[in-house]
């Protein structure tokens, strides 16, 4: 099947923002989710987006979904080293399953 | 509150052998879901469970079996390892199967 996409990796400043993309696969989805996971660790629940939303901001975390264009991106303001991590944006694929499917993750680096 | 708890955190096995997982969901969550994830990818979903019945399974060998208990726990078990085998294994509960899944910090098994 079709893959969620994200690139594999992004770079920032300190104090800069962070936009990082995904593309997802399931019109149908209900709801997408952005994950981060630090080294060593699981998965830590940032934000989630229901599907009749466009955006949703949470403290320093935008996320703004395009269903058009199955895009969905997570904006973190004001970046921080401790938001080094790899990040994953998830859909719920297909009506009435709830299992996730996975992008491969985005590692974002941040420079002091 | 405690999070998700699974055991053991590490483990290694030789190949032919099985393995236990065992997961703890949040208080008060119903649902379990196990995921795999290799390294450099994302997770992959294996199971998910909600009052001990297998609401989902992904795509993945009949070595791999699951089951809940009474008490919501749930334990992951697979048999004849190989070495494609080895990966972070990662649990998941939510509230019912369509609310946002919280993770467990994994158990790495490694295939000698």
Redesign the interface.
Known sequence: GED?EQSLFLSVREGDSSVINCTYTDSSS??L?W?KQEPG?????LT?IFSNMDMKQDQRLTVLLNKKDKHLSLRIADTQTGDSAIY?C?E?RGAG?????????TKLSVIP | DAG?T?SPTHLIKTRGQHVTLRCSPISGHK?V?W?QQVL??????IF?YYEKEE??R?NFPDRFSARQFPNYSSELNVNALLLGDSALY?C?S?LV??Q???????TRLSIL
């Open positions: 969620v209900t709801y989710y994950y660790a699981g998965l830590q629940l989630y994953f998830a719920v399953s709830y299992q996730l499917t996975f992008g491969k993750g | 998700v699974q649902s879901s995921y450099g990818q994302g997770p992959q979903f998910q609401r989902g992904g990662l998941a939510s199967g369509d946002p899944q919280h993770f467990g910090d994994g």
